[in-house]
């Protein structure tokens, strides 16, 4: 994979970075998202998850192996 978004299908994006996720979100047009293997853990995923609450038009986030969780406290 190179730099950057990549296409995954009409109004898709795969997002490749932390920041593009949130870009992606706030962006509000892509009916799918997937993120990949995102150290998102506890902390990092909250602004996506804002950023989401306000998304009208994703009807697909899909998220793999990108470390959501409580984290050791």
Known sequence: MGGGEETLSK?????????KLIEL???????????WKLPLGDK???PAAEALKANTKCRRLTIYECDIGAGER
């Open 25 to 35: 979100l706030q962006e509000d047009i892509k009916e799918e998202i997937t993120a």
């Open 11 to 19: 109004g898709g994006s795969l997002a490749l970075t932390h920041h």
């Open 44 to 46: 990092l995923w909250l």
